[in-house]
């Protein structure tokens, strides 16, 4: 054994490439561990009306009663309807904007690296108006008038 063999007993050698990848992948897995499960960003439209218990269509589609609440995926505008018994229909077109998380570039971040959760709600509330009751009899009044009108017009022609 020659002299500088024994003065660096504890010299570091070299990982081989096959050494590199194993660790490069470990790394790779433990990134993966610790960052799983922390992408949930949760978006909700909540509907309510005066007087609760409307039946609620989202665009188009009948999604249940007052209060309600829906999970949406996209931004842009929702076209919410309510109706029910003895009121008139109410329909509103409910613009749902992009929280600054989910903007490009940012999202990535949001929804893979950010612990926890991260929620948007949105909220839209309709007031229903009582129906009114037209008796036959005043239609009937309505339309004679406006038959009187047009006949009216018509002679004059």
Avoid at 66 to 77: A, K, L
């Amino acid at each position: 054994m020659n002299r500088l063999d024994c003065a660096r007993p504890y010299e570091r050698r070299s990982r081989t490439a096959s050494e590199r990848a194993v660790l490069a992948l470990l790394l790779v897995a433990a990134t993966v561990a610790a960052f799983s499960g922390c992408n949930s960003v949760k978006r909700r439209l909540t509907i309510t009306s005066e007087p609760s218990g409307a039946l609620v269509y989202l665009n188009d589609k009948e999604i249940g009663r007052t209060p309600i609440s829906q999970n949406i995926v996209h931004s842009g505008t929702y076209k919410i309807r309510c109706c029910k018994e003895g009121f008139a229909m109410e329909e509103r077109y409910h613009k749902v904007g992009t929280p600054w998380y989910l903007y490009p570039g940012f999202d990535f971040f949001s929804e893979n690296f950010v612990p926890g959760e991260l929620r948007d709600e949105q909220s839209c509330h309709l007031i229903l108006t009582p129906k009114r009751e037209i008796a036959g009899e005043e239609i009937r009044e309505a339309a004679t008038k406006l038959r009187e009108e047009a006949h009216g017009k018509f002679q004059q022609n």
